[in-house]
Every structure is written in structure tokens, then in C-alpha cells.
């Protein structure tokens, strides 16, 4: 038998409906993955619609900022650190390619 959702779809609330969600997203659909300006908050956020493709290294990437490792040199660009970083921001404002799937 093969494997589906439609198993669980008369065990929903009435009031529910099964979709995906809600995909949100920054203005140049980068994630949001790393510290927040409160100390010892981190967050993975704004994965847009490709968050469960990228959700594992996310993870990853977030547990390196929590443990206090060694970052890769794109760690920056995916955490609020870029938006004090112009040259990075005037090359994204710039560029036509939003990444969007």
C-alpha cells in the first residue's frame, strides 16, 4: 500500500485545513540563521519556500553559532549581520535574481 497524507485528512478539526503554511520570507529572500540582537537568542527563520530543503543545514549552521564554532565564511551573509554590511546589501539590492523557486 502506498504511503499518503489522505489517511489523516478525516482526523482534522473541522475548523482546520491541511496547506503548508505560512512562508515567510525577508525582502531578498535570504534566512535569517544565527544570533538576534537579544544575547543567547538565536533563531532559523525565514526559509521561505525551499525551508524543508534547507532546514538540515540550517540547523547546523545554527548549532555552530550556539556552540561558539568555527563559522564558514557565508555565516555573516545568513544572519542579521548582513544588513551592517553595505557592500553586501547594495550587491543584493542590485541584483535582479531573488532566488524565488
Same mark, same amino acid.
Given at each position: 500500500?502506498?504511503?499518503?497524507? =489522505?489517511?489523516?485528512?478525516? =482526523?482534522?478539526?473541522?475548523? =482546520? /485545513?491541511?496547506?503548508?503554511?505560512?512562508?515567510?520570507?525577508?525582502?531578498?529572500?535570504?534566512?535569517?540563521?544565527?544570533?538576534?540582537?537579544?544575547?543567547?537568542?538565536?533563531? *532559523?527563520?525565514?526559509?521561505?519556500?525551499?525551508?524543508?530543503?534547507? /532546514?538540515?543545514?540550517?540547523?547546523?549552521?545554527?548549532?555552530?553559532?550556539?556552540?561558539?564554532?568555527?563559522?564558514?565564511?557565508?555565516? =555573516?551573509?545568513? /544572519?542579521?549581520?548582513?544588513?551592517?554590511?553595505?557592500?553586501?546589501?547594495?550587491?543584493?539590492?542590485? /541584483?535582479?535574481?531573488?532566488? *524565488?523557486?
Amino acid at each position: 500500500m502506498p504511503l499518503t497524507n =489522505k489517511a489523516y485528512y478525516d =482526523k482534522l478539526p473541522a475548523t =482546520k /485545513s491541511p496547506h503548508g503554511g505560512l512562508y515567510t520570507m525577508t525582502d531578498e529572500n535570504l534566512p535569517i540563521i544565527g544570533p538576534l540582537q537579544t544575547e543567547g537568542v538565536f533563531a *532559523v527563520a525565514a526559509l521561505s519556500g525551499f525551508g524543508t530543503m534547507a /532546514s538540515c543545514a540550517a540547523g547546523e549552521l545554527c548549532a555552530q553559532w550556539i556552540d561558539g564554532a568555527e563559522l564558514p565564511a557565508y555565516a =555573516k551573509h545568513l /544572519s542579521l549581520q548582513r544588513y551592517a554590511d553595505p557592500p553586501f546589501m547594495t550587491a543584493l539590492t542590485l /541584483s535582479n535574481d531573488r532566488g *524565488v523557486l
